[in-house]
T-cell receptor, first 112, second 113 residues
């Protein structure tokens, strides 16, 4: 069974540009989460989808971040326009039971 | 306000000895606690969990202890192996519908051969 996959694994963009991260959850997992780890600190929650609906987006930093999960399958996280402080590793996770989450390998975003 | 804290950024132990990783929390509403292990360039992988109504859970070489009165949990690895070298994250799972995890900063464990 395929795990959670994220694309791209690395992205380097200039300040002001747009970047879109993609996450494919484990098949059949209704719950999809986005997290971010900045500068080796704790992994912080961004938002939670149940199927295609946003259940909790309390961790989204600001309105430059837009997450979608059309059709309840894969999800995208767009940052527009990107700022220097958006640099970090973005993790996607999925779960069926809302307790044990399975994480992808992450996308390392560098804004220069 | 950091609800989950891992105050030791790093820990070094000898192969075969016990590794003890500590975690403190402030939120009494967590219903589960989970430990994740992370290797470089990989995502966190689930290691072991404990319900807030338990005080101990064991899985092979890994045991998690929960002290609710002290709001403290610890992960014991016995015996430690070089392959255990990784970053370990403690996380609290909020009760309710969201299922979001609140992570600590992580502790880097190095097991020396």
């Amino acid at each position: 069974e395929a795990g959670v996959t994220q694309f791209p694994s690395h992205s380097v963009i200039e300040k002001g540009q747009t970047v879109t991260l993609r996450c494919d959850p484990i098949s059949g997992h209704d719950n999809l989460y986005w997290y971010r780890r900045v500068m080796g600190k704790e992994i912080k929650f961004l938002l939670h989808f149940v199927k295609e609906s946003k259940q909790d987006e309390s961790g989204m930093p600001n309105n430059r971040f837009l997450a979608e999960r059309t059709g309840g399958t894969y999800s995208t996280l767009k940052v527009q326009p990107a700022e220097l402080e958006d640099s970090g590793v973005y993790f996607c996770a999925s779960s069926q039971d809302r307790v044990q989450a399975f994480f992808g390998q992450g996308t390392r975003l560098t804004v220069v | 306000d950091q609800q989950v804290k891992q105050n030791s950024p790093s820990l070094s132990v000898q192969e075969g000895r016990i590794s003890i990783l500590n975690c403190d929390y402030t939120n009494s509403m967590f219903d589960y606690f989970l430990w994740y292990k992370k290797y470089p360039a990989e995502g966190p992988t689930f290691l072991i969990s404990i319900s807030s109504i338990k005080d101990k859970n064991e899985d092979g070489r890994f045991t998690v202890f929960l002290n609710k009165s002290a709001k403290h949990l610890s992960l014991h690895i016995v015996p430690s192996q070089p392959g255990d070298s990784a970053v370990y994250f403690c996380a609290g799972h909020g009760s309710g519908n969201t299922g979001k995890l609140i992570f600590g900063q992580g502790t880097t464990l190095q097991v020396k051969p």
